[in-house]
């Protein structure tokens, strides 16, 4: 069973930055296509980023797109989500998530992953 771990997580200002990160129990990010999603409260999960397998592709959702920069370390077997200019509308618990077909592209919806972590909460206040 690959565990999926997020972190980074927490309470910031609007305008300010965090950074998300995310590591698996095997080396599977080298391999496999990467997903970040999110679910803010009352809402369904949503996509926000994703890099193909083969790391030639990297496509986000429009909310985010020139805010939000998801990068991938294979050496190190992580992912990470570096996120500027929050906003309140970024509130949510954030995914990391693994998709294990080796699509040419990006899916962006979240049946297609397989491992998924726990979430790590994003709280962003006005």
């Known amino acids: 069973q690959v565990q999926v771990t997020e972190s980074g997580g927490g309470l910031v200002q609007a305008g300010g930055s965090l950074r998300l990160n995310c590591t698996a129990s095997t080396r599977i990010f080298e391999s496999f296509a990467l997903g970040w999603f999110r679910q803010p409260p009352g809402k369904d999960r949503e996509f926000v980023a994703g890099?193909?397998?083969?790391?030639?592709?990297?496509l986000y959702a429009d909310s985010v797109k020139g805010r939000f920069t998801m990068s991938r370390d294979g050496a190190d077997n992580t992912v990470s989500l570096q996120m500027t200019s929050l906003e309140p509308e970024d509130t949510a618990v954030y995914y990391c998530a693994v998709d294990r077909i080796r699509r040419t592209g990006v899916a962006r919806q979240h049946h297609n992953y397989d491992y998924w972590g726990q979430g790590t909460q994003v709280t962003v206040s006005a």
């Open positions: 890099i193909n397998w083969i790391g030639s592709t990297t």
